[in-house]
């Protein structure tokens, strides 16, 4: 019997075929959960030096805990992936905005843990650098809804 690919699945195969990206599903589920940020950071049509030194930071994480896991995996390239995709996304949001967020309601549908990290990010992100503003929290709430996050 053949298994069904989950939508989160088919979008990382199809934003491959688009990148050509060095990354594992698992590495692409994170870039995936933290979509929501991003647009949150672009809800005031700019992202501002903070914000973007706060997905730095944040890519740079990942990458250490992806290090830690595998000593193959060098730290630097990989955190430097995180934050060209994440500069892609920001570019090009209206082309993978219904994209990321069908996949990302699937997937973490039956998730408490992940539901809670994509709204905590995303109260994270909006708190740079002034705190949240009203586009910001219209953001959030949109995305909440539409991600199913009321837990």
Not at 49 to 74: F, H, P, R, S, V
Not at 92 to 112: G, P, S, V
Not at 122 to 128: G, K, R
């Amino acid at each position: 019997m053949i298994a069904m690919q989950s939508q989160i699945e088919i979008l990382f195969k199809e934003y491959h075929k688009n990148r050509n990206i060095q990354l594992t599903l698992e590495q692409f589920i994170y870039i995936a959960s933290l979509f929501p940020s991003l647009l949150v950071c672009m809800a005031d049509g700019k992202l501002d030096k903070e914000e973007w030194e706060g997905i730095m930071l944040i890519t740079d994480n990942l990458a250490e805990d992806y290090a830690a896991e595998n000593l193959a995996i060098n730290e630097e390239e990989l955190a430097r992936t995180f934050r060209v995709e994440f500069r892609y996304l920001i570019d090009n949001l209206e082309k993978w905005d219904k994209k990321f967020l069908n996949a990302l309601r699937e997937h973490i549908q039956e998730n408490h843990n992940e539901k809670e990290f994509v709204s905590e990010t995303m109260h994270l992100f909006a708190n740079i650098p002034d705190g949240i503003s009203s586009s910001e929290q219209n953001t959030i709430d949109e995305l909440s809804k539409r991600l199913s996050l009321e837990y």
